[in-house]
Nanobody
Framework: QVQLVESGGGLVQAGGSLRLSCAASGITFNGYYTLGWFRQAPGKEREFVATISWSGGSTAYGNSATGRFTISRDNAKNLVYLQMNSLKPEDTAVYYC????????????????WGQGTQVTVSS
């Protein structure tokens, strides 16, 4: 059974940083699994944030994340991270970790497995 568990969310002031983690179990982590981060703010659609290939050699970011967020993974520990810098109030959302078997992808429907999410709140 695939399980993704996010952690690291919280309350931070604008301009601050947070690092989210996602622990994966039940999948062959260094198999051909792509990991991704999405976020959803109240009243809005779930939005693509970042994705990373199984090897870590390919990454991609959504417009809101480019230049401020960095995705990485540690296959030895079955973890994927999202380092978020220069946070803005508009980054406030529930952040979700997701996994799919295959190359990097950007659409919510491309991902097969989801975590429960972790709340990130950025105060102005």
């Amino acid at each position: 059974q695939v399980q993704l568990v996010e952690s690291g969310g919280g309350l931070v002031q604008a301009g601050g940083s947070l690092r989210l983690s996602c622990a994966a179990s039940g999948i062959t982590f260094n198999g051909y699994y792509t990991l991704g981060w999405f976020r959803q703010a109240p009243g809005k659609e779930r939005e693509f944030v970042a994705t990373i290939s199984w090897s870590g050699g390919s990454t991609a970011y959504g417009n809101s994340a480019t230049g401020r967020f960095t995705i990485s993974r540690d296959n030895a520990k079955n973890l994927v991270y999202l380092q978020m810098n220069s946070l803005k109030p508009e980054d406030t959302a529930v952040y979700y970790c997701a996994a799919r078997y295959g190359p990097i992808a950007y659409r919510r429907n491309d991902y097969d497995y989801w975590g429960q999410g972790t709340q990130v709140t950025v105060s102005s």
